[in-house]
């Protein structure tokens, strides 16, 4: 039941609002499933809360829920599903998204060890129902997901809803403080944060969070897929023989846009004979990336439908969901994208696992501590522009000692040891 004049006023407003937004919702949705028709689907579980409910046999296993918004916060979060379906007697755990690419993903890493969902969004009436369906024992949000309506029905049923893997920007901070009379409330009635870094942690208290603590990234903590990374090394070798010489092989990951013309320019301003594996964050974007490849007159080909780019391709385009890590196996070297415009930038952490060198441009703000430490350590470079990116990785390329030294660094901030590092 919902009690709306018991909510705080501003808490009352931001309902409103949201309930003006309904009608736009559908439409919305539709928008988006032009170019992915994963948002066709479940409008149950992301309007209404509507979900598989809880049968008495599952009374005895509690359930744990883990909200990952999308494809990183659900790799992020798969040492802790693991840690967690360890042992004999593992709790249910129930994974909700966003994104239907992080939904994908999630069906993926887990298969039917866990179940799924969408997250509602945060109408008041769909947060309950979830909740009243589903009967959480202990909710937990990956990295910064933090709702008024939903913070508030954790608490009022008595769910512990915390943040892990908690990482908060200054820029994020800002915005979330502009609205404190909203924001506020939530951060303060949740039951822990264990953010990444102090400096996260501090953002998060100045905020209203109250017990928080720093216990780093999980993303140290996950190794590269074996399967992954030898089906790259795989890919790597089958070129050589197929190409009948080595090439120089250069991976731009989850480039976001605004970054499109960059790697125009990069791939202008290195030799012409390095392949580019280009990985969008978006896969909805490849069909515009080959456009634009077409325009400039580059040979290009896609993943989806060979896996052996001729000797005349300089472009193989990365466009299927799941296989980072082996694309990242087959490179020399790696650009992080979303990180030459003012988007933040991705999570390096992935290629450094696999002892690549790591290359970044100016905002990197999103991952701020972890990518100053493999720049202080010299397992990455930063570049300024497109231009700049294709004549450092033109050095690298031309220097395998200098890639592997690079690589090696890893270990110096906290990369996990265990990963495998590729040899060729």
Same mark, same amino acid.
């Given at each position: ?23 736009? %919702?559908?439409? +919305? ?62 709790? #249910? +755990? ?19 060890? %866990? ?98 603590? %720093? ?49 125009? &320019? ?22 515009? +990336? ?67 060198? %790591? ?13 100053? &430490?493999?720049? &202080? ?46 040899? #060729?």
């Amino acid at each position: 039941m919902l009690h709306w004049p018991a909510m705080p006023v501003a808490r009352l407003l931001y309902t409103l609002v949201l309930l003006a937004a309904l009608p736009c %919702v559908p439409l +919305i949705l539709l928008w988006q499933s032009r170019r992915n028709p994963g948002y066709r689907r479940h409008w149950g579980e992301r309007l209404l809360g509507l979900s598989a409910g809880s049968s008495a046999s599952d009374a005895k296993h509690p359930l744990i829920w883990i909200h990952a918004v999308s494809v990183g916060e659900t790799r992020a979060a798969q040492p802790l599903v693991e840690a967690l379906l360890q042992g004999d007697h593992p709790p #249910r +755990i129930l994974l909700t998204h966003t994104t239907p690419t992080g939904r994908t993903t999630g069906e993926q890493l887990y298969g039917q060890r %866990v179940e799924r969902a969408y997250l509602p969004y945060d109408w008041p009436w769909a947060v309950a129902l979830f909740l009243r369906q589903r009967r959480p024992q202990l909710g937990l949000l990956m990295e910064t997901e933090v709702w008024p309506n939903l913070s508030a029905a954790c608490a009022a049923r008595g769910v512990p809803l915390c943040v892990v893997n908690g990482r908060l920007s200054a820029r994020s901070q800002r915005g979330y403080a502009r609205l404190a009379y909203l924001s506020r409330p939530a951060f303060a009635s949740l039951a822990r944060v264990v953010a990444q870094t102090e400096a996260d942690a501090e953002r998060f208290r100045s905020l209203g969070a109250r017990d928080v603590r %720093v216990a780093g990234n999980l993303k140290f903590d996950a190794a590269p897929e074996p399967e992954l990374v030898q089906r790259g090394m795989a890919w790597r070798a089958d070129w050589g023989r197929d190409w009948g010489r080595e090439r120089a092989v250069w991976l731009a990951a989850s480039t976001r846009e605004g970054e499109d013309a960059a790697m125009l &320019d990069a791939l202008a301003s290195m030799p012409t004979d390095a392949l580019l594996i280009w990985a969008p964050r978006h896969p909805h974007r490849v069909p515009e +990336i080959a456009a634009l490849l077409d325009r400039a007159g580059i040979r290009h080909q896609r993943r989806s439908q060979t896996t052996q780019p001729d000797a005349q391709t300089r472009v193989w385009i990365g466009d299927t969901l799941g296989e980072l890590a082996a694309y990242i196996a087959a490179a020399d070297a790696v650009f992080v994208g979303g990180s030459l415009v003012e988007l933040g930038g991705q999570n390096l952490l992935e290629p450094c696992a696999q002892g690549k060198p %790591v290359l970044v441009g100016p905002h990197t703000f999103n991952f701020l501590q972890v990518t100053e &430490d493999a720049l &202080d350590a010299g397992a990455a470079l930063r570049v300024s522009n497109g231009t700049e990116l294709g004549l450092q990785l033109g050095l690298l390329l031309a220097e395998p000692a200098r890639r592997e030294s690079m690589g090696a660094l890893r270990r110096h901030f906290g990369c996990n040891d265990g990963a495998p590092l590729p040899q #060729r």
